[in-house]
Every structure is written in structure tokens, then in C-alpha cells.
């Protein structure tokens, strides 16, 4: 049997790419994440009979522990094992501080933070006992520097680059690397939303977001695509990538350069 993968947040963008390219490394995957019950049924049968893998798709709540552990069995008793972790569900808000609503900061802590956390806590003793085992954390560049108006984001990602670093301290000796995967800019829905919303706080255009705050930082002008965060995320999970672990790899065009 192959391995298998979970990719939380994979019923849409990088998630989506992610699983697409894992599953053409030969996975078998789990998807998660919202949106229409026979879009998301398509998305598992289209993946499954594509590479000949088996795919599953777990509707876990990514603000719930008891939800991710039910996942994680899940995923277990299907496989046999859980082998690859990539943490991707994560959600945006774009407010001055001061007007940042409380109920959005506690649920991108919970969705783009501690959700890493309780897949890890579930999986690891089943890595372990394999002395095998991958988790991608995918952070964003916004895990190495701020923005304005992005303080629950910018938070959570630099959270993700701290239990990044002390997971793969701690395993490291077990045959399991953790490491971040730290995008740019990604046209996605994710994006897509915060163009509107970035427009707003700034009082500019939607072309004005695009050009001048979002490809501004990137000096390759150019959005990052799915694909090639998946290829990376393939690597990560990879034999070849042993001996990464407890990295944050940059993926933007050149934006943490400057
Ligand atoms: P997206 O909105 O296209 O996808 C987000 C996914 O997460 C969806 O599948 C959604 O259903 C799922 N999700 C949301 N809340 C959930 C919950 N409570 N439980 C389970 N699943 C949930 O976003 P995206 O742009 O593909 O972002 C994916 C990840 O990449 C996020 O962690 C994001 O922070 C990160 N990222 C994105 C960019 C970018 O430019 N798009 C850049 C850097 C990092």
C-alpha cells in the first residue's frame, strides 16, 4: 500500500493543489476541508481515478481537537498508518488592529495555529511507531515578516514557525521531519476575498491592491502557482528530503529577500 497523506483545507487552492500533487506522487489522501457536498465528492473521485490512489474526504473541523483526532483514526484505520501531515487550512482577516473583531482573531488562532498543533499531538505516536513520518506546515511569507492590518494572520504564521522548529527538534532522531512551507502570494480564493477587503482598508482600487500592495512585495511580478507548491510539498515528503527539518522555506518570488 502506498502512503498516505492528509491535507487539511484541501477542498480548495494551494490545499487542493497539494493533494492533487501528492496523490500523483502516488499517495492515497484524505482532502478536508468546506464548501458543496457533490463539488467536494467529484474533487475525491476525480483524484482517486486520475492516479489510481484511494482518497477519502473527512468534513473535520479544523477549530475542533475532537474533530481532528476523529480524522486522524480515521485516516489510520483506512491506511494503516498516517504518514504524511501537510497542516494547510487557514482562513484571513483584514482589520486595523484596534477595529479587529475578537471572535475572527480566536478563529484564525485556532484554524491556522493550534489545528497544526492537534494534528501533530494525534499523528505523531502513529509516526513514531513507524520511525517514519512528514509534517508540512504551510505557513506563508507573512510567518517571516508583518503587514498592516494582518495581525491574527501574522501572528498565527509566526506561531507556525515556532512549533515548526520544536517538533523537529524532537523528533528528529525518529525518522519524521517538520518544516514550513512559507508562500507569497498565491491567486486563490483565499487571495480573491482580500483584494475586496484590502481595498478597503487602504481606500484604493482592486487593481491598485493587486499591483501596489500584493505583486509590490513580489519582485517577480508574478503570482506563486498551486503547482508549484505542491511539487515542493512532494519533495518535503520525499526520501530525498531527509534531512530538511525544522526549515522555513520560503516560496515568493523573492519577497523575504529584500
Ligand atoms: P482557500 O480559501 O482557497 O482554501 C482554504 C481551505 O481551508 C478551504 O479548503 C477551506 O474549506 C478550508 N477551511 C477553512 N476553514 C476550515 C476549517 N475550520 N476546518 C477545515 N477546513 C477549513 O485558501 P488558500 O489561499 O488556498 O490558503 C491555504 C493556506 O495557504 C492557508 O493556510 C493560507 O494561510 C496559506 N497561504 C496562502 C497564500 C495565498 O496567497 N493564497 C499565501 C501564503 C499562505
Not at 515578516?145 to 495581525?151: H, Q, T
Amino acid at each position: 500500500m502506498g502512503k498516505s497523506a492528509i491535507i487539511t483545507g484541501s477542498t480548495s487552492g494551494i490545499g487542493l493543489g497539494i493533494a492533487d500533487a501528492l496523490a500523483g506522487a502516488g499517495h492515497n489522501v484524505v482532502i478536508n476541508g468546506f464548501g458543496d457536498a457533490g463539488e467536494i465528492e467529484r474533487t475525491r473521485t476525480d483524484l482517486a481515478a486520475k492516479y489510481g490512489v484511494e482518497a477519502l474526504y473527512s468534513n473535520a473541523d479544523m477549530r475542533r481537537s475532537e474533530d481532528i483526532h476523529r480524522m486522524i483514526d480515521e485516516t489510520v484505520a483506512a491506511f494503516g498508518s498516517v504518514d504524511v501531515i501537510v497542516n494547510n487550512a487557514g482562513i484571513q482577516h483584514v482589520a486595523p488592529v484596534d477595529e479587529f473583531p475578537a471572535e475572527k482573531w480566536q478563529a484564525i488562532l485556532d484554524i491556522n495555529l493550534s489545528a497544526a498543533f492537534h494534528t501533530t499531538h494525534a499523528a505523531l505516536p502513529h509516526m513514531k511507531a513507524k520511525g517514519w513520518g512528514r509534517i508540512i506546515n504551510i505557513a506563508s511569507a507573512h510567518g517571516l515578516v508583518a503587514s498592516p492590518y494582518k495581525s491574527a494572520y501574522v501572528t498565527a504564521k509566526h506561531g507556525m514557525l515556532g512549533l515548526t522548529k520544536v517538533v523537529a527538534l524532537e523528533v528528529a532522531q525518529q525518522g519524521i521531519t517538520c518544516n514550513a512551507v512559507c508562500p507569497g502570494y498565491v491567486l486563490t480564493p483565499l487571495v480573491e476575498g482580500q483584494i475586496d477587503d484590502t481595498a478597503k482598508a487602504r481606500g484604493i482600487s482592486r487593481d491598485a491592491v493587486v499591483r501596489d500592495v500584493m505583486l509590490a512585495t513580489q519582485p517577480t511580478k508574478e503570482f506563486v502557482k498551486v503547482e508549484q507548491i505542491g511539487s515542493l510539498a512532494v519533495f518535503l515528503a520525499s526520501d530525498a528530503a531527509a534531512s530538511i527539518t525544522g526549515a522555513a522555506l520560503p516560496i515568493d518570488g523573492g519577497w523575504t529577500a529584500q
